[in-house]
C-alpha cells in the first residue's frame, strides 16, 4: 500500500516536471542557413511574370541537387537557354490547354514546379531521360542546354515530352478507362528499348515505349497524336495491317473518350492547337524545301478537280477547250524538279475516248531567290523525245497556261487554308502566288 | 524519517525542474554557427580585390585552372585553361553559398566548370554519363590566410582557390591564359622527347600529356622503369601539380615557361633545371613495352614504313595462302599484345570472311635477356588461329617463334611517326614495324 502511494507521488512528480511547459517563440533564423534568395537577375523577373504570377509555377533553374536523383552526374543549365525554353513551354503547353480546357484549366491541373536540367540524365542501361514527372507537381526538364527554338524536332521532342508527362499527372487526378491496359496487354515488356520500333508498331503500340507498360502506353498514345498531328497518325496507322490497326484505333478512340469525359477537351480541337502553335514558332518553309532531292521535288495539279484561283481556272478553262475542240481531254500538269535549277513542265491529256494517255513535256530554267520568289523562263532548244514532241503539238492550245506560266513572278509558299499538320507531309498543298496579283496563284499536291 | 528524505527530493526537484533559462547546448545556436562561417567565407570570396586563381582536380584525374571572381549579388565571373574560348572570354553564371550539410560553395548554372562534369560526352568527351567526374558544388574544408581548400560534394573533387594579384588579373584580361597555353602545347607537339637531369647521368624522361592534363616522370635504373605522375593545370607562368612528382626524393611542384629561350624550366632545392629535348626516345622501348604501350598493331599493308623486303615477301605469301585456303579468309592487321606480368605475347590477326570479321589468337610466352632480346615460345594456337597455322608459318612458325628479336623505335621520317620495330637477331633482313599504343 505504501509503495503505492510512494509510486503515484513519484509519478505525478514527473508528469509536474513534464508539464512544465515554456512558452517561447521557435525563432531558428533558417534563412541565414539556406540562403535560397540570390539576387534576382532579368530571368527571375521573367519567370516571376510569366510563371509565378498567371499560374503559380515556380521554375528553378538554379542548381538544387535534391531535386533529382542524387546518384547520377548532371549539370544546371545555362542561363539564356532558360527563357527560350520556357517561351515555348508556354506556347506549345500552357496556351493550347487553356484554349480547350479554358482560362482556368492550367492554374489548377499544371504541375506547380519545373526544374530545369541542363544535361541529360544518364541511365544504366544506355538510354538518357528527357523529362520526368512525379507526384502531380514537378515535371523535370532535362537537356536544355541543346534546346534550339527555330529548331522544328527541338519543339517537337519538347511538346512530346510535356504532353507526355502531363498526361501522367492527368491520370493520377482522373485515372484513364481500365480497358486501355487489355488491348495489348500481352505484348509490354520491361526491356522494351532493345525490340524495334517496326515490332512495336506492327503489335499495335505507337512508339517502343509505349511497350514498357500501359500507364506509358497511354501517355505515348497522348503525346504521339498531338505532336505527329491528326495527318501523320492517321497515316501512320492507316499504314498497318488490320490487327495493330484496330488496336490503335481503339487506344485512339479511349484517348479521346478520356479527354471528353474526364476533362471536357475535344482531343482533336487540342491537338490541331498544338500543330498550329509550332508551325507559328518554327515553320516548315517551302522556298527551301523544294527542289531536287529535297523534301519535296514535284508539284501535281488537277485545276478541274481542286479548288483554284479565279484568274488561273478561266487560263485553263480556255486552254481546255482549245484542247477539246481538236479531240484531246486536258487532265492535269505537274512540275518536276530536277539537277541544274531545271523543272519539267508536263501537261496529261488523253484522247477524246479517254483510253489513251499523252504526255507534253517541256523543261523550264528556275531561280528561287531569297524571298521565296521563283521565275520559270523556257529551256530552248528544248530535249527531244516523245513527251516533248507532244509538247510542240499541243502547243498552240495551251497558249494561256504557258503565257501566264512564262509571264509571271511566283511566290513559293503554303495554299491559302493547308492545315497546319500537313505542312512537311506527303500530299501537302503548296501554291505560286503571282507576285503582282497574289490573289491569283496556281495550287497543287508536293510530293 | 524515510519519507521526509522523499518528499523533499521531490519537492525539490519539482521547483529545480521548472527553473527556466537552462541551455541546454552552451554557446550559440547551430543555425547562428553556420551563418557565421557562411558570411566568413561569403566575405572572404567577394572581399578579394582582384579575385581568385582556382585550381580543380577533378576525381577522375586531370587538372584545370580558373579565374573567378565573386561579387556580393551571387554573381561570378570566370576564366578556364578548358579550351580556346574559355581562355580568352570571361563568362557569368550565378553562385550560391549554402548549408548543405556542410556550408558549401555552389556553382549553380552552367558555366567552364559545368562542361567538365557534363555527362553527355559530345561535350566535352569523357565517359558517357559522368564527364571528367567533376563537380560543380563544394564544401569548406579550410579558410587560411590567402587560400581557400574545398573538396566536391558528389565526387570529392578538390578545388584550391588563391587570391590573385592585381597584375595577375590584369594578365587573366589580357587573354595572357591563352597566349601560354598554346605556347606550350606547340612546344610540346614539337618536342616529343622531353627529359630532365636530376644531379646525376639518367635522363628522366618527362611527359606532358595535353589531353589527360597529366604530366609523368620515367626512368630506367637497374633495367626497371619507374614512374611518378601527377595531373597538372596551366597558370600563368606555366604548369602546377597536383601533388609533387618525385626522383630520387627531388620534387617537382611546378614548371615555368620561358618564353625568350622558349623552353620549360623547373626549380629544385633552389637551383633552376631546365627540361631538355631530344630527337630520338628516352627510353628503350623494351622496357615501356607493356608499361607505357601496350600493343605494336601492324597494319593491314602490303608495304610500309620499316617493312624488310624479307617480311614483305613473306606477310604476302600468308596472305595469298589464307585466302586460297578452304575458308578464303583475307589477312588484315596484326595486333602484338604484350603482357609483362606473365611474359606473354598475344599475336591477334584479324581475317575477313567476306565482311565479316575474325580474330585468330597465337599465343606466345617470352623469355627477355637483360639488355632487350627477345625469345618468343609459340603455344600451340586454338580456335580460329588453328586453322591457319599452316598459312601463316611463314611469319609466324619460321621466323617470330623461331628467331630471337630485339624491340626498337622507328621513327617515319614521312609522316613524323614514332613506330615500334620488329628486328630478327638471326635474320637481319627479317624486320617489320607497327604503331605504338
Known sequence: MKKIFYRSILMLAIVAMASCKKEGTLNANLDAIDRNNPANIAVDTWLNDNYVVPYNIEVKYRWDAFEL????????????????????????????YEKVGGANFMKVNSPKQFVLVGSPQFNGDGTITLGTADGGRKIVLYVINNFSKTNRSGIKGMAN?????????LNQKLAFQTQFALITKADYT???????????????????????????????????????GRPLFDATVDALPDDPRTKLRKKEQLVVEYFKTAWNIDFYELQSTVQDAIDQLAPVILKNSIGPNNLYSTFTAKPSEEPQSADFLAKWNTAKASMDAVGFKLKEYSFTYLANNIVTLRYTFTNSAGTTTYYGDADYKYTIDNAGVTKFTLVNPQTSGTTYGNMGVIKPFMTAVDSYIQG???????????DNSTKGLPGARGAFYKVTDPSSYLTGALN | MKKYLIYSFITIALFASCKKGVDPAAGERPEERTATALKTYDDALTGAPY???????????????????????????????????????????SYRLKAVLAPSLLFDTYNYMHILADPAPEVNGGTAGWGL?????????????????????????????????????DAYKAKQLNILVNSIVDYTAANKNLYLQLGDDIKVQTTLNITSKVLSLNWVKD????????????????????????????KITELTWDAAAKNLYTTVGGEKVVIQASPTPILPLHLLIGVSYNNIIVPNATNYAGWSVDFVTRRATAALATQKGPYGLRLDRMQFIFNVLESSLTVTVDIYQGNNKFLADFPYAYIKTGDGVYKFNAIPPTGNAGLIVNEMAPLTTQRIGADHFILDYFFDANTGQTLGQFKSVEHPDFAFTGSLN
Open chain 1, 161 to 169: 515530352l510535356m504532353y507526355h508527362e502531363f498526361t501522367h499527372i
Open chain 1, 190 to 228: 520491361a526491356n522494351w528499348n532493345i525490340p524495334s520500333l517496326e515490332e512495336a508498331r506492327s503489335l499495335g503500340f505507337i512508339t517502343q515505349y509505349s511497350r514498357s507498360n500501359p500507364i506509358e502506353d497511354f501517355a505515348e498514345m497522348v503525346c504521339n497524336m498531338i505532336v505527329m
Open chain 1, 69 to 96: 536523383d542524387l546518384s547520377k552526374d548532371m549539370t544546371p543549365p545555362k542561363e539564356e537557354m532558360v527563357i527560350p525554353a520556357m517561351e515555348t513551354v508556354r506556347d506549345i503547353w500552357i496556351k493550347p
Open chain 2, 223 to 250: 633495367n626497371t622503369v619507374s614512374q611518378s605522375t601527377s595531373a597538372f593545370a596551366f597558370t600563368l607562368t606555366g604548369v602546377v601539380l597536383k601533388q609533387p612528382v618525385v626522383y630520387e626524393g627531388k
Open chain 2, 133 to 169: 567526374y567533376s563537380d560543380f558544388e563544394f564544401t569548406f574544408d579550410k579558410l587560411s590566410g590567402d587560400s581557400i581548400l574545398l573538396h566536391g560534394n558528389m565526387l570529392k573533387s578538390q578545388l584550391i582557390l588563391v587570391k590573385a594579384t592585381s597584375a595577375e588579373a
Open chain 2, 51 to 93: 579575385g581568385w586563381k582556382a585550381f580543380l582536380y577533378p576525381s577522375g584525374g586531370s587538372g584545370f585552372s580558373f579565374y573567378m571572381t565573386f561579387n556580393t549579388s551571387n554573381r561570378v565571373s570566370m576564366y578556364a585553361d578548358i579550351n580556346s574560348t574559355s581562355t580568352q572570354t570571361s563568362s557569368e553564371s
Open chain 1, 408 to 418: 509571271n513572278d511566283f511566290k513559293i509558299d503554303w495554299a491559302p487554308g493547308i
